[in-house]
């Protein structure tokens, strides 16, 4: 019940083309739901986030739409530029919780 | 701000051997993180601090052990080091407001490589 699971682990998508990353969860009392963005040789960065009680929050290129009944959400990148080429991890979070459970990353590579 | 600083970088370690490694955070954050990341398995945690004086095992524990030395550091320490301790390890820190939810910053990693 504590997992997050990620798919696809690896993703390779042209410059221009829309990348898709999905994420599923089994514990319905998470209510926080970041996706956290890793270039090689550095640590993980947030990228956006959401809570549930929306079903989707943009922030410039980035997307995250969620879907509760399903218990899944998405990452979407429109545009996708060879400088999104990173590595991609969802996560979950219960409020009273100090505790993110992690999905086990996406690499995404964007193509020229 | 220079937000979570990691020591070192890079280290190798023969086997048997032990080692420190170093955290600390200027952002005033109640709660600290060890992370370790290997290919293809996310992120795992190793120990957690929620607040200032208080430790809890996470998800692989074992042949590690922790200090939260005051509010601003969180130290990980290898006292017999294994090859499959070879890792990148991760420092991360993060607010807690209440229950709700906050960002988690990270150090930049140590590379450690266990021959």
């Known amino acids: 019940q504590q997992q997050v699971k990620q798919s696809p682990q690896s993703l390779i998508v042209q410059k221009g083309g829309i990348s898709i990353i999905n994420c599923a969860y089994e514990?319905?009392?998470?209510?926080?739901f970041p996706w956290y963005q890793q270039f090689p040789g550095k640590g993980p960065a947030l990228l956006i986030a959401?809570?549930?009680d929306v079903s989707e929050k943009k922030e410039g290129r980035f997307t995250i739409s969620f879907n509760k009944s399903a218990k899944q959400f998405s990452l979407h990148i429109m545009d996708s530029q060879p400088g999104d080429s990173a590595t991609y991890f969802c996560?979950?979070?219960?409020?009273?919780?100090?505790?993110?459970?992690w999905g086990a990353g996406t690499k995404l590579i964007i193509k020229p | 701000n220079a937000g979570v600083t990691q020591t070192p970088k890079f280290q190798v370690l023969k086997t048997g051997q032990s080692m420190t490694l170093q955290c600390a955070q200027d952002m005033n954050h109640n709660s600290m993180y060890w992370y370790r990341q290997d290919p293809g398995m996310g992120l795992r945690l190793i120990y957690y601090s929620a607040s200032e004086g208080t430790t809890d095992k996470g998800e692989v524990p074992n042949g590690y052990n922790v200090s939260r030395l005051n509010k601003r550091e969180f130290s990980l320490r290898l006292e017999s080091a294994a090859p499959s301790q070879t890792s990148v390890y991760f420092c991360?820190?993060?607010?807690?407001?209440?229950?709700?939810?906050?960002?988690?910053?990270f150090g930049q990693g140590t590379r450690l490589t266990v021959v």
């Open positions: 959401i809570r549930p």
């Open positions: 514990n319905t009392a998470f209510d926080y």
């Open positions: 996560a979950a979070s219960k409020g009273s919780n100090y505790q993110l459970i």
């Open positions: 991360a820190s993060r607010a807690y407001l209440g229950g709700a939810n906050t960002e988690a910053f």
